[in-house]
């Protein structure tokens, strides 16, 4: 498992975001996959996208400005 997980993380930003670059390459790969799934909830990835956005929304709840 380990390997698969390596392999994936190479690809895809997958992890807590911890810093604004990190912020910053998680949003670029949420627009790239958007391009691919756009609005097909029957794509491959189209629950990928979810993820990725609850990474994004986590991120910015604890940094959002007060």
């Not at 992890?15 to 097909?40: G, P, S």
């Not at 794509?43 to 604890?62: K, N, R």
Request: proline share 6%.
């Amino acid at each position: 498992m380990v390997p698969a997980w390596q392999a994936l993380k190479s690809l895809a930003p997958l992890a807590h975001i911890e810093c604004e670059a990190d912020y910053e390459r998680t949003t670029a790969f949420l627009n790239d996959l958007l391009d691919l799934v756009r609005d097909d909830a029957g794509h491959p990835l189209y629950s990928l996208v979810a993820v990725v956005g609850d990474l994004i929304e986590a991120y910015e709840i604890d940094h959002e400005p007060r």
